[in-house]
């Protein structure tokens, strides 16, 4: 089927930038719908941002527009986010999604999506 592997996490100040990649291997005519999810300790799994497979179309969530950009890069089936000035409630474990290609542009429900990475983790210190 599809494998997701992410990578690109670590340890950053408030204020530095971090670039999270996502490769997808596997049957990649399934990686339509692509997006990212992050789940900080004890909280609940938030959506993040959301690409269309050309990458024209993009959703982000209102705690980080402005922020953050999302872009894909289907020759390589790989997915970038790009955080910049990272404030420590952006420390989480962050996840990437790949789904079936569907009707919308871009897909901003957890449960819409088919395939997920084990996550890389991303700490903010003030």
């Known amino acids: 089927q599809v494998q997701l592997v992410e990578s690109g996490g670590g340890l950053a100040q408030a204020g530095d930038s971090l670039r999270l990649s996502c490769a997808a291997s596997?049957?990649?005519?399934?990686?339509?719908?692509m997006g990212w999810f992050r789940q900080a300790p004890g909280k609940e799994r938030e959506f993040v941002a959301a690409i269309s497979w050309s990458g024209n179309t993009t959703y982000f969530a209102d705690s980080v527009r402005g922020r953050f950009s999302i872009s894909r890069d289907n020759a390589k089936f790989v997915m970038y986010l790009t955080m910049n000035k990272l404030k420590p409630e952006d420390t989480a474990v962050y996840y990437c999604?790949?789904?079936?290609?569907?009707?919308?542009?871009?897909?901003?429900?957890?449960?819409?999506?088919?395939?997920w990475g084990q996550g890389t983790q991303v700490t903010v210190s003030s």
């Open positions: 999604a790949a789904g079936r290609r569907t009707a919308e542009l871009v897909v901003i429900t957890a449960g819409r999506y088919d395939y």
């Open positions: 596997g049957h990649t005519y399934k990686t339509y719908a």
